[in-house]
């Protein structure tokens, strides 16, 4: 058994032509266990997986896969779906050619989609094209402030998530040197941005900022030697996972003895193996969940599945994407038979999924929560500090 996924990322081919073709799958390990794709003609669905699994974000495309994979493998009320899985990866380019494979290939009734933020603006007219939902967990806050009504986030915009970043270090941690950082992706430029104007509204400027960091930057020690000079008291960085582990362990590596706080992608497992517990001691981040942690009966359970299933513990980026394919599925099961049926569904109903309860607020937004977490160095399983929902920061 195997995992079927379309090699996308060099064609030019007219869709005319494209829509005549017969794709050919290959073979992808990438840690998951072989599982077998309903064919076309025996399912009830199809809901392709259009996400980053090979390129520097391959990480991250790698933990949304398995979570959209989980989902589709428990549909509710014995739906079977077809699920192939195409490679964007890691680019705009990439990105938009692979979901127009993927929704030119078949009828779809709605695609789990690329957490990368240059890979969602890329995707977005296709979608609007097609007219099918796009699931995904991308933090971009723009992608849902487009109007395109096609656009479904299970994670929060990172106008929301940012607002419990900034507080976090500005009210609990009482710091006011702030050095940011940031990573020149989508991701990272939006984040920058919105944790300027969060600070700016706590009446904080920070000391010293920098949002050039590209992502396959590897020497990191003039950054920090001009973050030690700045008289910085706390590191605050917002980038995708590459950049911020490097910058996180030479932190550690020169002696520069001060908190850091990160965006998720240091929670996440992958990330967090590349450090002895020592070294994450004083690391914290804001992250929409943390399963790792299993705070409650029902993130148990589901971790101790996931663990179980992929051989690797799970993050807020597998839990955010397996909820919201899981609404669409029970949605589905429920009497969505269109891609229009969901996209009316998604947009109204709430469901309560395993992290939170997922609501839209008109824009396509459905997650509204988040956490902080930290690491005490004694254990790669971080610790929840405190809780953000409603505009409301709660100390654990």
């Not at 400027?205 to 590897?218: C, G, L, Q, R, W």
Request: some cysteine; hydrophobic content about 45%.
């Amino acid at each position: 058994m195997h995992i079927p996924t379309w090699s996308l990322l060099n064609s030019a081919t007219p869709r005319s032509t494209r829509l005549r073709k017969t794709l050919a799958p290959v073979m992808v390990g990438l840690g998951l266990s072989a599982i077998t794709v309903a064919s076309a003609s025996a399912a009830d669905a199809y809901l392709p997986i259009v996400m980053p699994i090979t390129g520097f974000l391959s990480v991250e495309g790698g933990s949304q896969r398995n979570g959209a994979v989980m989902a589709l493998e428990q549909a509710p009320g014995g739906m079977k779906v077809d699920f192939p899985i195409f490679d964007t990866g890691t680019s705009a380019t990439g990105a938009a050619t692979a979901l127009d494979k993927a929704l030119s290939s078949q009828k779809a009734i709605a695609a789990a989609v690329t957490v990368f933020g240059t890979e969602m603006v890329a995707m977005m007219p296709i979608a609007a094209e097609y007219k099918v939902p796009l699931l995904t967990i991308s933090g971009l806050a723009r992608i849902t402030e487009s109007g395109n009504p096609y656009i479904f986030r299970f994670l929060p915009n990172d106008r929301e998530i940012k607002v419990a970043h900034t507080r976090y270090v500005v009210e609990v941690m009482k710091k006011t040197k702030i050095a940011l950082i940031s990573d020149t992706t989508a991701y990272g430029q939006g984040g920058f941005a919105l944790l300027q104007e969060d600070f700016a509204k706590l009446g904080t400027k920070p000391v010293f900022e920098d949002n050039s960091i590209a992502p396959d930057t590897k020497d990191m020690s003039p950054l920090l030697a001009r973050v030690k000079a700045s008289g910085a008291d706390v590191i605050v960085l917002h980038a995708v996972s590459t950049p911020m582990t490097l910058i996180t362990k030479q932190i550690k590596s020169t002696g520069l003895d001060i908190p850091i706080v990160n965006s998720s992608s240091i929670v996440e497992p992958t990330a967090t193996a590349l450090f002895e517990p020592a070294e994450l001691a004083g690391v914290c981040a804001e992250t929409p969940s943390a399963p790792e942690a299993r705070t409650t009966p029902a993130i148990k359970a589901w971790a101790d599945a996931y663990l179980k299933r992929f051989g690797i513990e799970p993050d807020g980026l597998a839990l955010g994407q397996y909820d919201g394919v899981m609404m669409a599925l029970t949605l589905m099961s429920k009497g969505a038979k269109s891609a229009e049926d969901l996209r009316a569904a998604l947009q109204k109903e709430s469901y309560q999924g395993v992290a939170m309860t997922y609501k839209s607020n008109g824009h396509g937004d459905l997650a509204h929560d988040a956490e902080i977490v930290c690491w005490d160095g004694t254990s790669r399983i971080p610790k929840i500090v405190a809780h953000y929902a409603g505009d409301q920061l709660v100390l654990k």
